[in-house]
């Protein structure tokens, strides 16, 4: 197997290299002081990952007016759901009984 070698940084330092339109597109980079990688996206812009304890949504609503981000999906029964006192505008909710 081969040796593959990802550039490595902390996030100032990659957030830095952005801002100077240094990243290559479709490079990883390792963020040192969060253990999390990255993966350039254009010149100037990065897709952090999410850690696999983080869980999570990826939800980006960026350039929608209107538009909140996803950040839960969970899937209960219809007591379940009716028994939430103040619902999230975050999650969305999977009704699971007929």
Excluded: C, F
């Amino acid at each position: 197997m081969p040796d593959v070698q990802h550039k490595r940084g902390s996030r100032a330092a990659l957030d830095t290299l952005a801002a100077a339109d240094g990243l290559l597109v479709g490079q990883v980079y390792v963020i040192t002081d969060e253990d999390r990688l990255a993966v350039a996206l254009s010149i100037g812009s990065y897709q952090a990952m999410a850690k696999e304890s983080e869980g999570g949504v990826l939800s980006d609503p960026t350039g929608v007016t209107g538009a909140d981000a996803v950040t839960n999906i969970m899937s209960l029964t219809q007591a379940e759901y009716d028994a939430i006192v103040t619902a999230d505008a975050s999650t969305i909710y999977v009704i699971t009984d007929a």
